[in-house]
């Protein structure tokens, strides 16, 4: 295994030196606070304007994480929690530096395949890239998939809540399965199946390879078409054939699933066919709730070889104390990162990424100020954590770290308010909510949007499964409930083709900032209304989420 030390070159430097353009920041924010005569339990537009523009700056070089751009990324945002009089919120940190209980290390690992393999089935040989695609979060240079049976199991869903289960009638340990992509009810677009149009997290890919991991699989591969899955196979080849990241735990990912793959439609056309079978026919029959796996009565053989360095990143954590309950905490976060730089034969490309997510990391930041000077005035109850997450945009590796339990257990978690993007243009008269009837987080965001005189408008893209892409679901997967505030593209109708995850995601000093005056607002409300409240906000529907928080609470109550 090659192991790299990938500590920042600047670390040191950072330990023993405070930047001066954060601390002349942090004065000329303050300053026009003052200069404003404005309330501190207001928006600061200029304030807001001047973080998302220093943190969407080419100087922080598009806040890739184990870069330098994180080094500075962190240290800004942990000294403007402390300029503002939070406390950092994690006190086991071996970090020893002032700033170093406001940071939490999270162990990373850069995973990259080698592409020179081939999958061959029987007599079929397919080619990297081209046909398949194969990678693992398992920390191995090498794993290969010998003689492993094939098995076509639907779409690989074991659901009791809506009694659907794939797995039921057949044993996969160590077989390689082929799953299909999203769920039933995306397929038949009867709501009466699973939910209809909108994605469940079944029909996540994510879910397709942890169940498949759960019922001992060696191998995954989901068929691509480019409906269910959202994006075209181009997609789907960039996003696995390079390096990707991945949390590492004590066992080196023993117990996620070895090779986690995607297979282009004509080449599961043609496996299916050397099996003597119709695919779009067995694609059929897997929409009944009885259906039975299918052995395609052939191998697959395969060798996956792996390039590994090991790094540490950090998400930045800070903390509200309350007064009365302070081992309860309100949660309200926002991932810092982005995709730095990339070299290209006409220069280096900076990808600074100020809607997504500068924009959101702005207003945490907005947020705690604001809160702080309402705590100062009249304590909040319970405690109020900020949480900017690393590594969203290669898995939510951050906040899956984050939501392991170690700095704050999941039992004290009562909600999460998560930023992923904000309305930097004019205010409008809703609000989006991404998933419908989940959880009672739902009936507060409904009540805070009426004080403002505003409706709540549901995901216009429900099939995408926007809920189930962004930090805060590492922590639903866990059982807390929580909101979700995006706004890529919702009122900018050229953003999602022209900018998003891409270097024209810019600053702009044309932007009128007023949304993210109007959802700064409720999301305030909300926070702050769950500060000084007894309810724990619960789940509506039944789930995976909704078990894991009712044994998290049971806990709670019997000690």
């Keep these: 295994m090659k192991c790299l030390n990938l500590r920042h070159p600047l670390y040191n430097y950072v330990k023993g030196f405070v930047f001066f353009v954060f601390v002349s920041v942090s004065a000329d924010l303050m300053a026009e ?3 404003d005569g404005s309330s501190e339990s207001q928006v600061n537009l200029s304030g807001v304007a001047e973080h998302i523009k220093t943190l969407a700056s080419d100087s922080f070089q598009g806040r890739g994480p184990l870069t330098e751009g994180e080094e500075l990324t962190v240290t800004y945002l942990a000294k403007q929690y402390r300029d503002i009089g939070l406390q950092g919120a994690n006190p086991k940190s071996d970090d020893t530096s002032p700033l170093g209980k406001y940071l939490q290390a999270v162990p990373m690992a850069q995973i990259t395949p080698d592409q020179n393999m081939r999958l061959n089935i029987g007599e079929l040989s397919f080619a990297s890239g081209k046909d398949f695609t194969a990678r693992t979060e398992q920390i191995s240079t090498e794993i290969n ?17 809506y009694q ?81 990241y991945t949390l590492v735990d004590s066992e080196k990912n023993k ?6 793959g995607w297979l282009q439609l004509a080449a599961t056309e043609q496996i299916f066919a050397q099996a003597g079978l119709q695919y779009q026919q067995l694609k ?12 395609l009565k052939q191998t697959a053989n395969l060798t996956l070889k792996n390039t590994i360095s090991r790094a540490t990143s950090r998400n930045v954590v800070a903390k509200i104390v309350g007064s009365k309950y302070p081992d309860e905490y309100i949660l309200v976060g926002a991932h810092w990162d982005h995709f730095g730089t990339k070299q290209t034969p006409d220069g280096d490309i900076i ?32 405690s109020i954590l900020f949480i900017n997450f690393t590594a969203e945009e290669t898995g939510l590796i951050g906040s899956e770290q984050f939501a392991k339990g170690e700095i704050i257990p999941t039992k004290n978690m009562v909600a999460l308010v998560n930023i992923d993007g904000m309305n930097v243009l004019d205010k409008v008269d809703y609000i989006l909510q991404y998933g419908d009837g989940l959880s009672e987080m739902e009936d507060y965001l409904a009540t805070a949007a009426n004080k403002q005189q505003r409706s709540v408008k549901l995901d216009p893209r429900p099939q995408n499964g926007l809920f189930f892409r962004s930090d ?84 709670s109550e019997k000690k």
């Excluded at 759960?214 to 959202?230: D, F, N, S, W």
């Excluded at 117990?255 to 986690?260: G, H």
């Design 33 to 35: 606070v003052e200069q």
């Design 145 to 161: 998939l010998t003689d492993s049976e094939l098995v076509f199991v639907g779409y690989g869903i074991n659901a009791p809540e």
């Design 164 to 244: 659907w289960n794939d797995y039921a009638d057949v044993d996969v340990k160590g077989k390689t399965v082929i799953v299909l992509v999203n769920d039933p009810g995306f397929a038949t677009q009867d709501k009466a199946l699973f939910t209809g149009n909108a994605m469940t997290y079944y029909g996540r890919w994510t879910y397709k390879y942890e169940e498949a991991a759960r019922q001992g699989a060696k191998a995954v591969l989901k068929v691509h078409e480019t409906a269910p899955a959202a994006y075209p196979w181009g997609v789907v080849e960039s996003s696995n054939t390079g390096s990707k």
């Design 255 to 260: 117990s996620k699933l070895p090779i986690m």
């Design 284 to 295: 059929h029959k897997a929409l009944e709730k009885d259906f039975v796996p299918v052995s």
């Design 351 to 382: 990808y600074n990424g100020a809607v997504d997510n500068a924009s959101g990391v702005a207003g945490t930041l907005e947020m705690a100020r604001i809160l702080m000077a309402k705590h100062k005035r009249n304590p909040f109850e319970r």
């Design 472 to 555: 805060h679901f590492s922590m639903a997967k866990q059982g807390v409930p929580s909101l979700l505030f995006m706004s890529l593209g919702d009122t900018d109708p050229d953003y999602i083709a022209y900018k998003y995850h891409k270097a024209a995601d810019d600053f702009s000093a044309d932007w009128s900032l007023g949304g993210v005056e109007q959802d700064i607002e409720l999301m305030v409300d909300i926070t702050e209304t769950l500060a000084n409240s007894r309810d724990w906000p619960k789940w509506k529907m039944s789930s995976d989420f909704k078990t894991s928080r009712e044994a998290d609470l049971t806990k």
